[in-house]
Protein backbone atom coordinates (compact mmCIF):
# COMPACT_ATOMS: atom_id res chain seq x y z
CA UNK A 1 0.00 0.00 0.00
CA UNK A 2 0.85 3.91 -0.31
CA UNK A 3 2.53 5.56 2.60
CA UNK A 4 0.40 8.52 3.89
CA UNK A 5 -0.27 11.39 2.56
CA UNK A 6 0.99 14.23 4.26
CA UNK A 7 0.20 17.28 2.74
CA UNK A 8 -2.18 19.27 0.42
CA UNK A 9 0.49 20.08 -2.52
CA UNK A 10 -1.13 17.80 -4.86
CA UNK A 11 -5.01 18.03 -3.47
CA UNK A 12 -7.43 19.48 -6.27
CA UNK A 13 -11.52 20.14 -5.03
CA UNK A 14 -14.05 20.40 -7.54
CA UNK A 15 -15.99 23.58 -7.29
CA UNK A 16 -19.34 22.07 -7.18
CA UNK A 17 -18.16 20.25 -3.97
CA UNK A 18 -18.53 23.72 -2.40
CA UNK A 19 -21.58 24.43 -4.45
CA UNK A 20 -23.40 26.98 -1.56
CA UNK A 21 -20.25 29.16 -1.88
CA UNK A 22 -20.20 31.39 -5.31
CA UNK A 23 -16.65 30.92 -7.05
CA UNK A 24 -15.21 34.01 -5.64
CA UNK A 25 -15.63 32.43 -2.17
CA UNK A 26 -14.26 28.91 -3.00
CA UNK A 27 -11.38 30.20 -4.63
CA UNK A 28 -10.06 32.21 -1.74
CA UNK A 29 -11.28 29.32 0.92
CA UNK A 30 -8.75 26.65 -0.98
CA UNK A 31 -6.00 28.67 -1.25
CA UNK A 32 -6.31 29.78 2.20
CA UNK A 33 -5.73 26.37 3.11
CA UNK A 34 -2.82 25.61 0.59
CA UNK A 35 -5.26 23.33 -1.48
CA UNK A 36 -3.20 22.90 -4.66
CA UNK A 37 -5.70 23.31 -7.58
CA UNK A 38 -9.38 23.71 -8.44
CA UNK A 39 -11.62 21.88 -11.03
CA UNK A 40 -14.11 24.39 -12.13
CA UNK A 41 -17.52 23.63 -12.86
CA UNK A 42 -19.23 25.79 -15.81
CA UNK A 43 -22.02 26.51 -14.27
CA UNK A 44 -19.85 28.13 -11.70
CA UNK A 45 -18.76 30.49 -14.86
CA UNK A 46 -21.73 31.70 -15.76
CA UNK A 47 -22.68 35.18 -15.06
CA UNK A 48 -18.49 35.81 -14.90
CA UNK A 49 -15.71 36.57 -16.93
CA UNK A 50 -13.79 33.75 -17.79
CA UNK A 51 -10.67 35.32 -18.04
CA UNK A 52 -11.31 37.30 -14.80
CA UNK A 53 -12.07 33.87 -13.02
CA UNK A 54 -8.47 32.69 -14.52
CA UNK A 55 -6.65 36.16 -13.08
CA UNK A 56 -8.11 35.30 -9.85
CA UNK A 57 -7.04 31.69 -9.72
CA UNK A 58 -3.40 32.49 -10.54
CA UNK A 59 -3.44 35.10 -8.17
CA UNK A 60 -4.64 33.39 -5.40
CA UNK A 61 -1.73 30.26 -5.94
CA UNK A 62 -3.86 27.78 -7.42
CA UNK A 63 -3.83 25.30 -9.99
CA UNK A 64 -6.68 24.80 -12.60
CA UNK A 65 -6.72 21.26 -13.26
CA UNK A 66 -10.26 20.61 -15.60
CA UNK A 67 -12.76 22.33 -16.25
CA UNK A 68 -16.41 20.06 -16.02
CA UNK A 69 -17.95 18.98 -18.19
CA UNK A 70 -18.66 18.45 -22.27
CA UNK A 71 -19.89 15.48 -23.60
CA UNK A 72 -23.29 13.90 -23.82
CA UNK A 73 -23.27 13.73 -27.12
CA UNK A 74 -26.02 11.02 -27.57
CA UNK A 75 -29.91 12.33 -29.42
CA UNK A 76 -31.94 10.87 -31.40
CA UNK A 77 -32.63 14.61 -32.64
CA UNK A 78 -29.74 15.21 -35.03
CA UNK A 79 -30.17 18.63 -34.18
CA UNK A 80 -29.65 17.84 -30.71
CA UNK A 81 -26.38 16.38 -31.80
CA UNK A 82 -25.07 19.27 -33.55
CA UNK A 83 -26.07 21.79 -30.48
CA UNK A 84 -23.82 19.14 -28.03
CA UNK A 85 -21.08 19.33 -30.42
CA UNK A 86 -20.91 22.81 -30.48
CA UNK A 87 -21.55 22.96 -26.64
CA UNK A 88 -18.33 21.01 -26.59
CA UNK A 89 -16.15 23.48 -28.31
CA UNK A 90 -17.34 26.11 -26.55
CA UNK A 91 -16.37 24.34 -23.20
CA UNK A 92 -13.22 23.91 -25.30
CA UNK A 93 -12.37 27.62 -25.92
CA UNK A 94 -13.48 28.48 -22.25
CA UNK A 95 -10.75 25.63 -20.73
CA UNK A 96 -8.00 27.21 -23.14
CA UNK A 97 -8.91 30.55 -21.55
CA UNK A 98 -8.92 29.05 -17.79
CA UNK A 99 -5.76 27.69 -19.00
CA UNK A 100 -7.44 24.24 -17.71
CA UNK A 101 -5.36 21.64 -19.78
CA UNK A 102 -8.24 19.33 -19.32
CA UNK A 103 -12.10 19.07 -20.60
CA UNK A 104 -13.87 16.46 -18.51
CA UNK A 105 -16.17 14.52 -21.14
CA UNK A 106 -19.46 12.78 -19.36
CA UNK A 107 -20.56 10.63 -22.40
CA UNK A 108 -24.13 10.91 -22.40
CA UNK A 109 -27.20 8.76 -23.59
CA UNK A 110 -30.68 8.43 -24.56
CA UNK A 111 -32.72 6.33 -23.02
CA UNK A 112 -35.10 6.06 -26.34
CA UNK A 113 -32.69 4.07 -28.46
CA UNK A 114 -29.76 1.39 -27.65
CA UNK A 115 -26.49 1.67 -26.24
CA UNK A 116 -24.58 0.46 -28.72
CA UNK A 117 -26.56 3.43 -30.49
CA UNK A 118 -25.26 6.15 -28.01
CA UNK A 119 -22.20 4.76 -28.10
CA UNK A 120 -21.48 5.29 -31.68
CA UNK A 121 -23.07 8.47 -31.09
CA UNK A 122 -20.35 9.56 -28.67
CA UNK A 123 -17.54 7.89 -30.55
CA UNK A 124 -19.06 10.59 -33.43
CA UNK A 125 -18.97 13.47 -31.03
CA UNK A 126 -15.69 12.94 -29.68
CA UNK A 127 -14.37 12.99 -33.60
CA UNK A 128 -16.04 15.69 -34.16
CA UNK A 129 -14.76 17.73 -31.28
CA UNK A 130 -10.77 16.19 -30.87
CA UNK A 131 -9.63 18.29 -33.89
CA UNK A 132 -10.31 21.40 -32.17
CA UNK A 133 -9.28 20.28 -28.43
CA UNK A 134 -5.92 19.39 -30.20
CA UNK A 135 -5.91 23.18 -31.70
CA UNK A 136 -6.45 24.25 -28.34
CA UNK A 137 -3.86 22.26 -26.88
CA UNK A 138 -6.84 21.43 -24.12
CA UNK A 139 -7.19 17.21 -24.04
CA UNK A 140 -10.37 15.62 -23.46
CA UNK A 141 -10.75 13.01 -20.32
CA UNK A 142 -13.62 10.18 -21.01
CA UNK A 143 -15.14 9.55 -17.74
CA UNK A 144 -16.74 6.46 -17.40
CA UNK A 145 -19.33 6.49 -15.06
CA UNK A 146 -21.78 3.98 -12.72
CA UNK A 147 -23.96 1.51 -14.59
CA UNK A 148 -26.52 2.80 -13.16
CA UNK A 149 -26.46 6.08 -14.76
CA UNK A 150 -26.48 4.14 -18.17
CA UNK A 151 -29.64 5.44 -19.08
CA UNK A 152 -29.35 9.61 -19.58
CA UNK A 153 -25.82 10.16 -18.28
CA UNK A 154 -23.38 7.75 -19.68
CA UNK A 155 -23.27 4.63 -22.14
CA UNK A 156 -19.69 4.46 -21.48
CA UNK A 157 -19.89 2.02 -17.97
CA UNK A 158 -16.15 1.16 -17.70
CA UNK A 159 -12.62 1.76 -17.74
CA UNK A 160 -12.10 -1.16 -20.47
CA UNK A 161 -14.64 0.29 -22.69
CA UNK A 162 -13.33 3.83 -22.22
CA UNK A 163 -9.77 2.62 -22.60
CA UNK A 164 -11.25 0.83 -25.63
CA UNK A 165 -12.98 4.23 -27.09
CA UNK A 166 -9.13 6.13 -26.70
CA UNK A 167 -7.48 2.88 -28.50
CA UNK A 168 -10.29 4.30 -31.75
CA UNK A 169 -8.66 7.31 -32.06
CA UNK A 170 -4.95 6.88 -30.58
CA UNK A 171 -4.50 10.60 -30.18
CA UNK A 172 -2.48 12.26 -27.30
CA UNK A 173 -5.00 14.83 -26.60
CA UNK A 174 -7.88 12.17 -25.64
CA UNK A 175 -7.52 9.64 -22.21
CA UNK A 176 -9.41 8.38 -19.34
CA UNK A 177 -10.96 10.03 -16.09
CA UNK A 178 -10.83 6.75 -13.24
CA UNK A 179 -13.34 8.41 -10.31
CA UNK A 180 -13.37 5.84 -7.91
CA UNK A 181 -17.01 6.34 -6.99
CA UNK A 182 -18.05 4.98 -10.23
CA UNK A 183 -15.31 2.30 -11.05
CA UNK A 184 -14.59 0.98 -7.66
CA UNK A 185 -16.87 -2.10 -7.98
CA UNK A 186 -14.94 -3.48 -11.04
CA UNK A 187 -13.26 -6.41 -11.44
CA UNK A 188 -10.86 -5.34 -14.16
CA UNK A 189 -10.33 -2.11 -12.53
CA UNK A 190 -6.44 -2.77 -11.69
CA UNK A 191 -5.83 -4.11 -15.13
CA UNK A 192 -7.51 -1.30 -17.07
CA UNK A 193 -6.30 1.18 -14.61
CA UNK A 194 -2.23 -0.20 -15.54
CA UNK A 195 -3.59 -0.58 -19.25
CA UNK A 196 -4.29 3.31 -19.65
CA UNK A 197 -1.17 4.08 -17.58
CA UNK A 198 0.84 2.45 -20.24
CA UNK A 199 -0.46 4.28 -22.79
CA UNK A 200 0.09 7.30 -21.16
CA UNK A 201 -3.48 7.77 -21.26
CA UNK A 202 -5.17 8.69 -17.29
CA UNK A 203 -5.62 12.44 -17.49
CA UNK A 204 -7.25 12.89 -14.08
CA UNK A 205 -8.52 11.10 -11.02
CA UNK A 206 -11.40 11.73 -8.75
CA UNK A 207 -11.84 10.73 -5.26
CA UNK A 208 -14.71 10.74 -2.60
CA UNK A 209 -16.36 7.57 -0.79
CA UNK A 210 -19.74 5.23 -1.05
CA UNK A 211 -21.76 5.50 1.60
CA UNK A 212 -23.28 2.75 2.74
CA UNK A 213 -26.11 2.04 2.80
CA UNK A 214 -26.36 5.32 0.59
CA UNK A 215 -29.50 7.47 0.51
CA UNK A 216 -29.55 8.86 -3.05
CA UNK A 217 -27.62 7.60 -6.00
CA UNK A 218 -26.60 10.80 -7.60
CA UNK A 219 -26.16 13.49 -4.28
CA UNK A 220 -25.15 11.16 -1.16
CA UNK A 221 -21.49 10.66 -1.89
CA UNK A 222 -19.31 10.62 1.46
CA UNK A 223 -16.22 11.88 2.43
CA UNK A 224 -12.38 9.43 1.64
CA UNK A 225 -12.88 6.86 5.00
CA UNK A 226 -16.72 7.27 5.38
CA UNK A 227 -17.82 4.36 3.12
CA UNK A 228 -16.41 1.19 1.32
CA UNK A 229 -13.98 2.47 -1.32
CA UNK A 230 -11.11 0.80 -1.20
CA UNK A 231 -9.06 3.92 -1.73
CA UNK A 232 -5.64 3.00 -1.01
CA UNK A 233 -5.38 -0.17 -2.75
CA UNK A 234 -6.73 2.20 -6.04
CA UNK A 235 -4.45 4.39 -5.55
CA UNK A 236 -1.42 2.28 -5.39
CA UNK A 237 -2.32 1.08 -8.61
CA UNK A 238 -2.72 4.31 -9.82
CA UNK A 239 0.70 5.64 -8.96
CA UNK A 240 1.62 2.16 -9.96
CA UNK A 241 0.84 2.91 -13.49
CA UNK A 242 3.00 6.51 -13.46
CA UNK A 243 -0.03 8.66 -13.04
CA UNK A 244 1.45 11.52 -10.28
CA UNK A 245 -1.54 14.38 -10.98
CA UNK A 246 -3.88 15.48 -8.71
CA UNK A 247 -6.12 13.64 -6.15
CA UNK A 248 -9.05 15.64 -7.02
CA UNK A 249 -12.32 15.65 -4.65
CA UNK A 250 -15.26 16.13 -6.20
CA UNK A 251 -18.65 15.15 -3.78
CA UNK A 252 -22.22 15.82 -4.53
CA UNK A 253 -23.89 16.05 -1.03
CA UNK A 254 -27.29 17.13 0.01
CA UNK A 255 -25.96 17.08 3.52
CA UNK A 256 -22.89 18.42 3.43
CA UNK A 257 -24.15 21.51 1.14
CA UNK A 258 -26.14 22.03 3.89
CA UNK A 259 -23.27 22.29 6.12
CA UNK A 260 -21.34 24.96 7.17
CA UNK A 261 -18.91 24.82 4.11
CA UNK A 262 -15.55 26.20 5.98
CA UNK A 263 -16.03 23.58 8.23
CA UNK A 264 -17.21 20.80 5.19
CA UNK A 265 -13.52 21.77 3.33
CA UNK A 266 -11.89 21.39 6.88
CA UNK A 267 -13.36 17.86 6.92
CA UNK A 268 -12.34 17.03 3.60
CA UNK A 269 -8.91 18.14 4.11
CA UNK A 270 -8.81 15.80 7.20
CA UNK A 271 -10.01 12.52 5.30
CA UNK A 272 -7.82 13.54 2.24
CA UNK A 273 -4.87 13.06 4.18
CA UNK A 274 -6.03 10.41 6.50
CA UNK A 275 -7.46 7.92 4.24
CA UNK A 276 -6.53 8.73 0.66
Known amino acids: MPSQIRDTSRLCIHSITHQPWPIETTIEQLSA ?3 GGITLWRQALEGHSV ?3 AA ?3 VAGLKVISLCRGGFFPATDISQQLRAIDDNRKAIDQAAELGAPLLVLVPGADPSQSLYT ?4 IAEGIAAILPH ?4 DVRLGIEALHPMYADTRSAINTLRQANELCAQFNSPSLGVVVDVYHLWW ?3 LQVEIQRAGDAQRIFAYHICDWKSPTTDLLNDRGLMGEGCIPLR ?3 SWIES ?3 DGFHEVEIFSNHYWAMEQEVFLERIIQAYLDHS
Open 33 to 35: RSV
Open 51 to 53: SAI
Open 56 to 58: HIR
Open 118 to 121: SRQQ
Open 133 to 136: AAAC
Open 186 to 188: DPD
Open 233 to 235: QIR
Open 241 to 243: SGF
